[in-house]
């Protein structure tokens, strides 16, 4: 099976701007979660997906926004980027049996 | 809501020697804790997990232990290998067919001394 495929991997932005990453999740995954990674904060939970459905949501800002399609592929969005919004974001689907399985992740710089 | 805390922040042992991170959770309702094995350019891997109805749970060189009583769980390396090198972390969870949020500890840094 195809493991989960973020992109793209890497991402320069300037402040102001705003940007959209893509996740799609392993075959037969429904449910989709992501995260953001930095080395002050550590991994921190965004919000997760299921059925195109948010389920539940971190403690973000509302400039951090996300959808889940039909075929479960899921967007991050993240408007009025700031600096601090780089880090490096990953996003984890879900099936009962195996746990949460993560991409490599798309590592965003804002400059 | 969950905290949870993991030391040490790094750790370096020789090879062939075992290495062991301890987490602690403050959530007694938390009820799945998976361990991740991060390398440099990748996203998180999951090496072992373990639920509240088991104590222990082992995979080759790679172990778990949960004591629920008091909130904490360890992952045990044996014969650690240089390609054991890399930062692990621990979550806690309430587990609830997947819609809930993983609460990770800060990392443990491993360096396996060849």
């Known amino acids: 099976k195809a493991g989960v495929t973020q992109t793209p991997r890497y991402l320069i932005k300037t402040r102001g701007q705003q940007v959209t990453l893509s996740c799609s999740p392993i075959?037969?995954?429904?449910?989709v979660s992501w995260y953001q990674q930095t080395p002050g904060q550590g991994l921190q939970f965004l919000f997760e997906?299921?059925?195109?459905?948010?389920?539940n949501k971190g403690n973000f800002p509302g400039r951090f926004s996300g959808r889940q399609f039909s075929n479960s592929r899921s967007e991050m969005n993240v408007s009025t980027l700031e600096l601090g919004d780089s880090a490096l974001y990953l996003c984890?689907?879900?099936?009962?049996?195996?746990?949460?399985?993560f991409g490599s992740g798309t590592r965003l710089t804002v400059v | 809501g969950e905290n949870v805390e993991q030391h040490p922040s790094t750790l370096s042992v020789q090879e062939g020697d075992s290495a062991v991170i301890k987490c602690t959770y403050s959530?007694?309702?938390?009820?799945?804790f998976p361990w991740y094995k991060q390398e440099l350019g990748k996203g998180p891997q999951l090496i072992i997990d373990?639920?509240?109805?088991?104590g222990e749970k082992k995979d080759q060189r790679i172990a778990v232990t949960l004591n629920k009583t008091a909130k904490h769980f360890s992952l045990h390396i044996t014969e650690t290998q240089p390609e054991d090198s890399a930062v692990y972390f621990c979550?806690?969870?309430?587990?609830?067919?997947?819609?809930?949020?993983?609460?990770f500890g800060t990392g443990t840094r491993l360096t396996i001394i060849p």
């Open positions: 984890a689907s879900f099936e009962w049996t195996y746990g949460y399985t």
């Open positions: 075959s037969g995954h429904r449910s």
């Open positions: 997906y299921f059925s195109e459905t948010q389920r």
């Open positions: 959530d007694s309702a938390s009820n799945y």
């Open positions: 373990i639920r509240s109805n088991v």
């Open positions: 979550a806690a969870t309430i587990s609830n067919f997947g819609n809930e949020k993983l609460t």
